[in-house]
């Protein structure tokens, strides 16, 4: 009998503002690396919740979502096995005297030619793979993902 693969659940959100996305650069086991925000779906939330959340946590930016890019798998350097639901937003406004994940060093807006070139501080090719695929086939609507609690 086979064992159960049990991937880790995340979420990443693509905001987008002025030909910008945003990122953070964060502290993680592998060094500091640059990822768009992002983290773990938590019980009791939906995605889209949870997108909504990580965002505001490591960025302090309240967004709305606006269309689900893709659900990807990412095998890790130590073994973890990830899928990644991505989401397309637009920022709402920022947040003053917001206290950001504790990992959190800078919160950066770049361009994809700005990302290229810090490639080697990626935390995942994810993180270019899905803004390609979010820069040339655009987003889905919401609903594809929109399930309750």
Known sequence: MTAVWSPRVTVATLVERNSSFLFVRE???????????????????????????????ETGWDVTL??????????????????????????????????????????????RGELELLKDQWRSPLVGEVLDQYLSMGAQPLELVSLGR
């Open 27 to 57: 502290h993680t086991e592998q060094g500091v690396r640059i990822n768009q925000p992002a983290g773990h779906w938590e019980a009791n939330e939906s995605l889209l919740d949870a997108a909504k959340r990580e965002t505001l946590e």
């Open 66 to 111: 606006t269309g689900f890019v893709s659900a990807a798998t990412f095998a890790a350097p130590d073994g973890n096995a990830y899928l990644r639901f991505t989401f397309v937003a637009s920022p709402m406004g920022k947040r003053a005297n917001v206290s950001l994940d504790p990992e959190i060093l800078e919160v950066l807006w770049l361009t």
